[in-house]
């Protein structure tokens, strides 16, 4: 029975050692991967934040993008007024509708009319 016992013992010994072996053996490769996946999140958070400095920055610039505010100002006030027009015009909707709608058509083919090809002269000309 003594026999028994230690080789129990010894087997039980044994299996505790590898299980502390397998133990670090597994915590260092999570340890490697969790370090793998930190570095890469970092890399992500600090392109991205470069990214985003960037835009903050072309869009705070008044040089680039003066053309494009101003554009974007007239285009707004050319739909407020027409807005406020339509609004307080002194016909009803459809008339007003109507005249606006022929308006249109006569704008549309006035630049049809312009720049029609055969009315397109060769730089030459």
Request: aromatic share 6%.
């Amino acid at each position: 029975m003594k026999k028994f016992l230690k080789a129990a013992l010894g087997a039980g010994l044994f299996l505790l050692d590898q299980s502390d072996h397998a133990k670090k053996s597994i915590r260092e490769k999570v340890s490697d991967q969790f370090d793998d996946l930190r570095d890469r999140a970092q890399e992500t958070y600090e392109a991205a934040a470069d990214r985003v400095a960037r835009v903050s920055e072309a869009l705070h610039s008044t040089d680039d993008n003066s053309a494009i505010w101003n554009v974007l100002r007239f285009a707004t006030g050319l739909g407020i007024g027409v807005g406020v027009g339509l609004v307080l015009a002194p016909a009803k909707g459809e008339v007003t509708r109507a005249k606006l709608a022929e308006k249109a058509q006569e704008f549309g083919g006035n630049v049809r009319q312009r720049f029609a090809p055969n009315n397109l002269r060769a730089a030459g000309d």
